[in-house]
């Protein structure tokens, strides 16, 4: 059975996925800080709340106050959806900070996730990012664990869902612990890619599991009200 | 004793290797994430049920149903397979979330894929991937030996195997651990070649012991029913 | 609620970030040794210092006295602005010679800077370097806790703030531990960019939340009064 | 006194080498998996015992019964030899998996092969490879211990041996533990030379003790009946 | 108050740092083994023994009597200098070679010394190098600790000094353990260029706190009497 | 008081050295293997043995009569020099498998070279290597000692001695460890130059203590009777 497919909110990527992504299906949007991770999982949401679906953002490294402010910037009122019922914004930061056991936090952090799910009836699920930038910087076997665990339970709740990897600087990786690419039923890579003085936004579909896709960089804008917009390929 | 000749199912693959793989011989498939090894491993399989063959496809980090769903996005139909009794999926997820010795995980997979292996009188078979990528990053002595004896084990069934093995990416490594490009017969290199600001796929028989090979990369596409289907040498 | 915008103090930076930075936030200024990181921060305080502002410059890794000396040499005459309770340079040396624990140094600088900011009103702040270099050069889980402990509470002054980061000589990280640019609100890389035999200084807005940038390279020079001049574009 | 020069079977090789390799020394031959070690060290014995010498095979990852099969897929008949009493293969995979002790291992292979060296009045031994591949990537002092003793034994058989070591795909080293080249008095070197889009088959005489040579890689085929065959120099 | 300037002693140098390094202050002159950088200390205190200061070499890895030798094929002669109490050549090696507890050397080196520099009045110092090559090659908190110390504590002797640091060849490293170049108030890095078959000596000013520079690389010579003169820039 | 020049022994290199070796001192010889090191030391001793003076070949890691085998091959009688008794050559193998204590060892080797040399009044010394290549890799502290204390004790015997130390392949490090190019008084370096598809032989002074230098690569023969002869620079 073809699974029906979901936008992106993203001018000139559906098109290129055949539609969007897989209903129920996990994509991972991987990239360098300030590629525009967030921004491409903010639109991901606006795309369905504008749709009338119930929408959660996991924020694990940013404030949500922060994380509204930084919508407010590209003219995305947040706070309406979130007095609508439509967007929740889930505060993670906390986990972190209270214990150090990582299987712990990952089952705590799940638990109320799954709580809010089923509440909400939410379709569309963003976890920015899977693993905040300052935690277990070499792969541990527990990370490994989390991460795998965190996906596979993830399935189960049937939302479409994005994560986010931040990749460090300077590395040529797919995503934080060579991991998260593997599990996820797509890749999407946001790139900085240099031209002698400037850098040039580019997105790759790197990856997507039962959609034939061009591997092809596409420059992209960042622009008021669109966010994320598509512009022709990489020259 | 010259050994038979088994077809790959690749189209203009079979030619470059003298005819085929080696009946009973295991062999590598070697790739990023995205690159086609999962494609690649069904069309064996395929190529052998359409010919009357009973064949497992271990899988090890993918569940069965989006496997399936896969296939029919490409216009396979692996139900039909499955209820005929000539395709058994094995879902490897569970071995590896039960205990974490890897050395008994080992002997239990292998232990259930000879019991279907002799009670089905399967003729090929599919490991994806040999070893699941969260688990063990650094090649400890364990996994070395874990894929030492499965490989050995693999070799008493007498099937017709692809194993695969995912490479990290941005590594130039031929397999995960370094170490099964040199225990299998055989490896076949999936890869994604970048040509400007965009990737090429081509297909490289970089290994098969007792039959002469041109090392010559190949592109290839990804088509509706044929699957994998080579083009022509890489310019 | 769009933030009130508090200018960088560099001169013709401002205009590349829609009029400086955003008040109460935390930015990193990041770059290797001797590329002006300090002259940047001095710079910043000033601004607000002419502006009536009160300041704190925490100096980790230079006495106080030497860093009168060098804003001297550019003609700023910090002894003034001292003397008139508008600037405070804290020696943070001591704090690392006393204990090893880098959880306590962490408690024990930060409490003493609150007490400073919240009785001197500072409107800005300086962390210089975050961590000295002579510390800890492998990112260890201490570190990176302390680094997150420390920004998360600096964002609890509510005082627009500077911390930068050595990256070693020779390594095209971001930042010194390769977290720091994640948890920032903004980036900004000062580098010397090699040209043949002689050196560029260029600065790269690399990272700027809720503000749309050009990622370009832009030379500079340091000027006598001016201290840091974006020139044009690098070409 | 000049040591007697025995010929290494390789067509054109003999006449780089001044004759060949010196009668009773001990030399590497190394290359990444797929590149010909195999090939060489049986074309070695070969010809040893096309002139009516014992010869042994000391087989330590490949089943004796694929070597047979592989050098069939040439031509070569090893079955005729072995029961002529002139090839002995043994299969040291065993070894490796009754204990762990690599220096009891090292010493019960050095003293079975030595039983049937003095038993057969062996003149050639290859020894394929000197490690196995699934053993102990890093170079342990206990490796590095293994391979001078067991080296410095081969040379009181005073045979001429082959020894043949795996270089992990990506390196750049000589041999795998980095040490084996260092002891052996001449290595060969089998490479796959990427040119654009296909890989070029050639032998480079790196080291040979008291040998003038050139060194510069010459391509070779591998050939039916002929083996590896010595054609001009790389272009 | 901007501090009075002290001549290098290099012919070409002082014109480029606004005259001299600044009094009472640390320098860095690194560079790879054999690049010149314990002449260019020598020539520094040459300079100021010619104005009638007196000065101390700490010689950590070179004997005295060499020291002596190697300025003697210079024709600098250091022993009419010895004898008139200007110089006093301080030989460390023993410090390393008695107890291993970098601490308690660091504080015993750094002890003798002040009491030397006070008794002489010494106005310059040379530490060459800082850390000997043999000692501690991972860069220990034990280290950095030293580095830090002693560094501060020769701060405090108010003598104009120069540290020196090898870099392993083959780093692009700014220092040994890359926490030297940001502690030193200035770094002078001395290198081999190669270009195609030969190699051409190099100076760089790379830091330099409280003058403005020019980052460009400037050709060098070794003369008899003028020791390091420097050419014209890099071309 | 300048020191007397010794004769390298390889033609054309004197001239370079502003006549040789200075007389007592320690230089490295450094290289890949079968680069010509052992060749070079053997020429060095024959320069010394053919003026009369007697001389010492440290043999570390090649049995003394492959070393004769080698010498004999270039058309070199060392035995005649050996029963002349002008030519010690000391097996050392056995040291380094009796204990694994790298400092009883090396205490053990030197008092056996220390009592050897005093009786026969040697001018020359060759170890070759410092260090066997099968004992740590790793540069621990242990070896650092070592080196450092053996070279020590070794400017004590004032022979002029060459030690030799073999770097991995394609490593671009000077000497094994990285230490013994800063102990030593100046360091010859033999490579192996890759021109497209060929090896040029070359030498390079790399550094050279009290002695004023070219650096530029020198391509060299090995020629039967003359060994190691430089022809002309590099092209």
Redesign the interface.
């Known amino acids: ?3 029906r497919r979901v936008s992106t909110g993203v001018k000139g990527l559906d098109e290129m996925l055949s539609g969007g992504f ?1 209903e129920g299906k996990i994509y991972l949007v991987t990239g ?3 590629t525009g991770k967030t921004i491409f999982s903010l639109q991901f949401l606006l795309d369905g709340m504008l749709k009338g679906e119930n929408t959660i953002f996991l924020s694990i ?1 940013e ?1 949500p106050e ?1 994380l509204i ?2 919508a ?2 590209l003219g995305w009122d947040l706070k309406e959806f979130i007095s609508d019922g439509k967007l929740l914004i889930v505060d993670a ?1 906390r986990y972190f ?1 209270i214990g150090k056991e990582i299987e712990s936090i990952s089952e705590n952090i799940f638990y109320e996730l799954k709580r809010f799910a089923e509440k909400m009836d939410a379709k569309r699920i963003v976890v920015d990012p899977l693993i ?6 070499d ?1 541990t ?1 527990e990370i ?2 989390h ?3 965190f996906i ?1 339970n993830l ?1 189960q709740l049937h939302c479409t869902t994005i994560i986010t990897s ?1 990749i ?7 995503s934080r612990y ?2 998260e ?3 996820a ?1 797509g ?1 999407i890579i946001l790139s ?1 890619i240099r031209q002698e ?3 040039i ?2 997105l790759l579909v ?7 896709i ?4 596409r420059t992209f804008a ?1 622009q008021p009200k669109d966010g994320i917009v598509i512009a022709g ?3």
């Open positions: 059975m073809l699974r897989e360098e800080t300030g490294d404030h922060y402010d930084d407010e910037s930061n900070s905040p930038p300052f935690v277990f910087t792969g076997q490994r664990n991460i795998k665990n596979c399935e931040e460090p600087a300077g590395s040529n990786r797919l060579g991991v690419e593997g599990i039923s890749v900085l003085t400037k850098f936004r580019a790197r990856k997507m599991r039962g959609t034939p061009d591997i092809v960089y960042i390929p990489l020259t």
